[in-house]
């Protein structure tokens, strides 16, 4: 043989410290399907933080006074925009939940991100024309109308 | 063209944490990615570690993030990353993996996974005279995942295995996908309890980061779902 590989000393080996990031978000180009994932979350959370202050609301119910004052509350300008701003939120996570069903259930992913647009299209017209008179009343209540 | 070459770059020995390094890199439109990192390599500072094999989108050695998405750096062209002169273009080892130096990471978490789901074919009958035969319309069921090159761009793309690393993440459970719906295969009741497992599918929240990172153009996502719904439906 030409080369007595057995009698060659073995290589070396040292161990350096490897790294790793602790991070469990990371920095990544957002697309179409995070982005409708991101945003699911997020009004995911909204909702929840909504039906939290929706069912402390009702308690009011045991009484009449206490009720009728609440609902005067409501009417408030932040109201309205809090109400604009949930049908967003329900719309949004809506049409995205039917997005996910119709790709996990029925297969759709290569038409994914024509599903993600044409949802978009559809939450945003919904949101638009229901949103219309919470966004009446806020602009009425500033202009003085 | 003169480019500006952003490349994340760790010295083990050195004991400091990670830093963004600039080279002025010449390149031509039609230049690969890859051949940046090579310039760099060969004419401006030869410490510089990443992996790279075959060159041509075949062995999967050098996935990475390039300017904040994962590719194959040999399967994508300068011209696809920057404008014109003067731009810059970035890369960084794949995230969600230790990072042993520079752009190379440590894959044995990656290749752990890819073992857990059994990527062989599971069948006990006894093999007929020749070969198990598997018609066109069998074979076109898997075709597209038997396209994997185990690169690990779509893996280390899914933010359910940034915030999961057990997470069984998009190649093993693709694997599981090829061999479980195999014609030939006759190991669902073992391959299926590991994928149907809180490691596994239904953390996949259909985010499409590995669709969008896969250089073979894998439609991952639509897979796994059908591997879904054979999960639930499967009697085992």
New interface residues.
Partial sequence: MAVETLERPPAETTE??????DA??????I????F??MAHRLSGIAIVIYLILHVWGLKALTDRDAFNALIAGYHAPIFKIGEFLLLAAVAYHAFNGLR?VL???L?W??K?KRLFWTLAAVTAAIIVIGGYPSIYAVVTYFTGG | MKLNVKVRR?D??S?K??YWATYEVPAEPMDSALSLLLHIKWHLDGTLTFRKSCAHGICGSDAM?I???NKLACSVLVQDLVKGDGDTISFAPL??S????DLVI?QTRFFEKYRAVMPWLINDTPPPERERLQSPEEHAIIEDATKCIMCGACTH?C?ST??DPDYLGPAAMLKAYRYTFDSRDAGSAQRLPIVDSKDGLWKC?????C??ACPKEI?I??WL??L??KAVTAQY
């Fill in positions: 350096a410290p490897v790294y790793e990031d469990r978000i990371v920095r990544y180009k697309r179409t399907g995070m409708a994932w996910i790709i996990d259930f297969g992913s290569p994914q | 760790y083990p020995e004991g944490p990670p993030q300017n904040g998405e995230p969600g230790p990072v042993i130096k440590d793309s933010p940034w915030a929240y259909t985010i499409f980061n669709v969008q439609d996502t639509r779902s059908a879904k719904r």
